[in-house]
């Protein structure tokens, strides 16, 4: 896979066209220019991929299959961008559009002298979410269901209760919610939640793109890597091993985003939230990091899924990891499986109806 930006050096906006991906065929990207960034990083762009299915397949149709969302809008997380290219053709096999957005500074929209993957609110987001929507709405005049993993999932659900504030999320034309490993708190002790915090928020404050002293992991990345321990072919400049450096700015931003989802929120549709059943943090790569979430404490995950405001369905994989797409073959079988049981029955979901 290339590391070169497929859209580096691109000022296109709204006229942009479609271009071949970087995934190859079946794949398309499309810049959208963001204007000048409020963070002070010049001009930014986020990316919008989608997947093409071959023709005849029932993913090809122009909407999905009988009651169900015409269109998916998948979100990556923290030091990530969308590959996954069997999420992506297991949903058009299912009769969805599939779109992935890589956000700006993020995979395909990083460009030079640019922080990876920082931002100092994540409500900046909704610029190219938004724009993200309008285009998948007018392409496939159908409703969109919206997944996200880790902080992507984070960002969703915020993103989801300020277009329930505006008007409501489904009459934005959103259908439901997956949540792939949210990152709804931050890991490790208490202190780190309580005086830890006050301390990012000073930091973060003042001198936003300081890198934290954060001791770094390579288990996660080393079982994912193909080069490695595990299975997955990806840009290691666009998903480093050892994850990007770690902004006081972009964390204070996330703690804040936590804290909102913390007072409650109203996401105005179903969600589904899939988690690994184990933790298990470790420096180095070993077995243990196969089978459990070698990123986020799952206790916290499913202490706060209950503050998403609708009807939510958890659901631990056991064996899975931090992204329960990626796990080994049975684990990804059984979330995959889960998945479409959910979809089968948001299909048939009427908002007010008795369960």
Request: contains cysteine; negative net charge; hydrophobic residues 40%.
């Amino acid at each position: 896979m290339t590391n070169e930006s497929p859209a580096a050096g691109s000022t296109l906006g709204p006229a942009d066209t479609w271009q071949p991906d970087v995934l190859g065929d079946g794949y398309e990207y499309r810049t959208l220019d963001l204007g000048t960034d409020p963070d002070g990083e010049g001009e930014v762009v986020a990316t919008l991929v989608r997947h093409l299915p071959e023709p005849g397949t029932s993913g090809a149709a122009d909407s999905g299959t009988t009651g169900t969302a015409a269109a998916v809008l998948y979100l990556h997380g923290f030091t990530d961008y969308f590959f996954q290219r069997h999420v992506a053709e297991h949903l058009t096999a299912r009769g969805h559009r599939f779109y992935a957005l890589d956000l700006r500074k993020c995979g395909r929209s990083l460009r030079t002298n640019q922080t990876p993957h920082f931002i100092g609110d994540l409500a900046l987001y909704d610029r190219e979410l938004n724009e993200s929507l309008r285009l998948i709405a007018a392409e496939t005049q159908g409703e969109v269901l919206v997944m996200g993993h880790s902080t992507g999932g984070l960002v969703a659900a915020l993103w989801l209760d300020r277009l329930q504030r505006a008007g409501g999320t489904a009459a934005a034309g959103i259908s439901g919610l997956v949540l792939n490993s949210p990152w709804f708190d931050l890991q490790g002790p208490a202190y780190v939640r309580t005086v830890g915090t006050q301390l990012i928020n000073t930091v973060g404050r003042f001198r936003a793109k300081s890198a934290l002293p954060l001791s770094k992991s390579s288990a996660y990345g080393d079982s994912l890597h193909h080069s490695i321990a595990g299975e997955w072919d990806y840009d290691l400049d666009w998903k480093p091993r050892q994850g990007f450096p770690v902004r006081a700015g972009w964390l204070r931003a996330i703690r804040l985003g936590q804290a909102r989802l913390h007072r409650g929120l109203d996401i105005g549709v179903p969600a589904l939230l899939l988690r690994s059943k184990l933790t298990q943090f470790a420096r180095e790569y070993g077995p243990a990091v196969d089978v459990a979430d070698a990123v986020l404490d799952v206790a916290q995950i499913q202490r706060w899924a209950g503050c998403l405001g609708d009807r939510t369905t958890i659901v631990p994989i056991d064996g899975a990891r931090h992204d329960v797409f990626l796990s080994a073959e049975a684990p990804r079988t059984e979330a995959f499986r889960e998945l479409d049981s959910w979809l089968d029955w948001l299909a048939t979901y009427r908002p007010g109806a008795s369960a």
